[in-house]
């Protein structure tokens, strides 16, 4: 994958991940919050709710005020000041605050308590629940009332004559209270600032770790485009090349020109070959194949595979040799099966040379039907075992091309045993050759 296009796809990858875990983490935030301010002013509304409960009760609004609550914490409309945390700044018609001269006399009136404040009234906070409102001296939570036309007098002035308040505000000290909710709003803040950071390099990583099998995939694709022009090239070169001599003889016979048939005949086999083999791994990284199984006589099944395994190995001087210990039906494949073994002895006797035995065997292992395909050929070095399942790889070019190998049938071999759930190794056989071992689940 050219680089400007794995860059992009990972710093897209990469945005997506970030501004995911941003949002997560603002709306936890957000959540967490809205939460804590809620509880954390729901006692002083509990004060707030008594002193509107009171004048509610005795009839002096004029109208309903919105609160939290119709009820206070007890559960019942409140009885008299006396019980009551909250403070109150009266107002007249004018919305202009009454102020008593004599404030700290008058506060432990139980008629009329009053407190001089510098918070002008607001009429839109009648039809709000309590709000949190910033003074000279810190913050308060209040409540907005109206009352009704000259029904509650309460002292202003020097000489502490009573005048009709019209509205009020009923308040309690909130300070400390905002000050401990921006403590907590700065924590927050920093706890989302610090996890956002974790966040964005946590994604960082997660891109390129993302991007790492794509890019080997992209790899693997281009490698074998690559490798399979390259053998698609081969045999067709030969062949025009033999076509192409037999045109400039055209009075040479079948017989004169028998060679070239031949050899362009053999190449044509190895073309076809080939192309099976691409097709059939094409299909390993689909849904195309399906694995059908269906029990099997595995002694039956494998002397039949065998059968002519047997007279090609005598024609060679090799012998082929057959040992199943399986006393029971198998549930296989036999058509991939039958593929897998074929692609095995094929190797096993194409790198083994005169005189040299394969073996075959079956036996069950621990609910596990093991195939073992041992030969006493070439051997496999321990550099070509770390790549002997990758396609169109060869330890041996040349030795590849004259037994007639595409550099396929292992990788085949491979898928077949994958998609049975199983596992394929391959070790050295002593004091010669190789061994691949499949073992299946049953």
Same mark, same amino acid.
């Given at each position: 994958?050219?680089?400007?296009?794995?860059?992009?796809?990972?710093?897209?990858?990469?945005?997506?991940?970030? #501004?995911?875990?941003? =949002?997560?983490?603002?709306? #936890?935030?957000?959540?967490?919050?809205?939460?804590?301010?809620?509880?954390?002013?729901?006692?002083?509304?509990?004060?707030?709710?008594?002193?509107?409960?009171?004048?509610?009760?005795?009839?002096?609004?004029?109208?309903?005020?919105?609160?939290?609550?119709?009820?206070?914490?007890?559960?019942?409309?409140? &009885?008299?000041?006396?019980?009551?945390?909250?403070?109150?700044?009266?107002?007249?018609?004018?919305?202009?605050?009454?102020?008593?001269?004599?404030?700290?006399?008058?506060?432990?009136?139980?008629?009329?308590?009053?407190?001089?404040?510098?918070?002008?009234?607001?009429?839109?906070?009648?039809?709000?629940?309590?709000?949190?409102?910033? !003074?000279?001296?810190?913050?308060?939570?209040?409540?907005? /009332?109206?009352?009704?036309?000259? !029904?509650?007098?309460?002292?202003?002035?020097?000489?502490?004559?009573?005048?009709?308040?019209?509205? =009020?505000?009923?308040?309690?000290? @909130?300070?400390?209270?905002?000050?401990?909710?921006?403590?907590?709003?700065? $924590? /927050?803040?920093?706890?989302?600032?610090? =996890?956002?950071?974790?966040?964005?390099?946590?994604?960082?990583?997660?891109?390129?770790?993302?991007?790492?099998?794509?890019?080997? @995939?992209?790899?693997?694709?281009?490698?074998?485009?690559?490798?399979?022009?390259?053998? %698609?090239?081969?045999?067709?070169?030969?062949?025009?090349?033999?076509?192409?001599?037999? %045109?400039?003889?055209?009075?040479?016979?079948?017989?004169?020109?028998?060679? =070239? /048939?031949? $050899?362009?005949?053999?190449?044509?086999?190895?073309?076809?070959?080939?192309?099976?083999?691409?097709?059939?791994?094409?299909?390993?990284?689909?849904?195309?194949?399906?694995?059908?199984?269906?029990? !099997?006589?595995?002694?039956?099944?494998?002397?039949?595979?065998?059968?002519?395994?047997?007279?090609?190995?005598?024609?060679?001087?090799?012998?082929?040799?057959?040992?199943?210990?399986?006393?029971?039906?198998?549930?296989?494949?036999?058509?991939? /099966?039958?593929?897998? #073994?074929?692609?095995? $002895?094929?190797?096993?006797?194409?790198?083994?040379? !005169?005189?040299?035995?394969?073996?075959?065997?079956?036996?069950?292992?621990?609910?596990?039907?093991? %195939?073992?395909?041992?030969?006493?050929?070439?051997?496999?070095?321990?550099?070509?075992?770390?790549?002997?399942?990758?396609?169109?790889?060869?330890?041996?070019?040349? &030795?590849?091309?004259?037994?007639?190998?595409? &550099?396929?049938? $292992?990788?085949?071999?491979?898928?077949?045993?994958?998609?049975?759930?199983?596992?394929?190794?391959?070790?050295?056989?002593?004091?010669?050759?190789?061994?691949?071992?499949?073992?299946?689940?049953?």
């Amino acid at each position: 994958m050219p680089k400007i296009i794995n860059r992009k796809k990972q710093i897209e990858g990469f945005t997506f991940l970030a #501004l995911s875990f941003m =949002a997560i983490f603002a709306i #936890l935030a957000g959540v967490i919050f809205w939460n804590y301010s809620n509880s954390i002013y729901s006692n002083s509304d509990k004060v707030l709710e008594q002193y509107v409960n009171y004048y509610r009760q005795t009839n002096l609004l004029s109208q309903p005020t919105l609160s939290n609550n119709k009820k206070n914490q007890h559960g019942s409309p409140a &009885g008299s000041f006396d019980d009551f945390r909250g403070k109150l700044l009266y107002y007249d018609k004018n919305k202009k605050q009454i102020i008593s001269e004599n404030v700290d006399t008058l506060a432990q009136s139980a008629s009329a308590p009053t407190f001089k404040m510098n918070v002008a009234f607001d009429s839109l906070d009648l039809d709000l629940p309590p709000q949190t409102i910033k !003074t000279s001296k810190g913050y308060i939570r209040a409540q907005a /009332i109206k009352f009704k036309d000259n !029904t509650l007098m309460v002292p202003s002035g020097s000489d502490n004559q009573m005048t009709y308040a019209k509205y =009020a505000y009923v308040f309690v000290d @909130a300070t400390d209270t905002v000050i401990n909710l921006r403590h907590f709003q700065d $924590l /927050i803040i920093w706890s989302f600032a610090f =996890a956002f950071g974790l966040a964005v390099m946590f994604a960082f990583v997660i891109s390129g770790q993302n991007m790492k099998p794509i890019l080997k @995939a992209w790899q693997q694709q281009q490698d074998f485009v690559n490798n399979a022009a390259h053998e %698609l090239r081969t045999p067709m070169s030969v062949i025009q090349g033999k076509l192409e001599t037999m %045109l400039t003889k055209p009075d040479s016979t079948v017989r004169d020109q028998s060679e =070239a /048939i031949i $050899l362009s005949l053999s190449e044509v086999r190895r073309l076809n070959s080939l192309t099976n083999n691409m097709l059939t791994l094409a299909k390993t990284g689909s849904n195309m194949t399906k694995i059908e199984k269906e029990p !099997t006589d595995v002694a039956s099944f494998l002397n039949k595979i065998m059968t002519p395994y047997r007279e090609m190995g005598g024609l060679e001087d090799k012998l082929v040799e057959l040992d199943v210990n399986v006393d029971r039906s198998v549930a296989l494949d036999r058509k991939r /099966i039958h593929q897998l #073994l074929v692609l095995l $002895l094929d190797n096993a006797l194409k790198y083994s040379d !005169t005189g040299a035995t394969v073996k075959v065997s079956a036996v069950i292992e621990k609910k596990r039907l093991v %195939l073992t395909v041992a030969d006493t050929g070439r051997g496999i070095s321990n550099e070509a075992k770390k790549h002997i399942f990758d396609r169109f790889y060869r330890e041996d070019k040349t &030795g590849n091309r004259e037994t007639g190998g595409t &550099g396929l049938g $292992l990788s085949i071999a491979e898928w077949i045993v994958q998609a049975h759930n199983g596992r394929i190794i391959v070790s050295d056989n002593q004091p010669q050759g190789t061994i691949f071992k499949v073992s299946l689940p049953l």
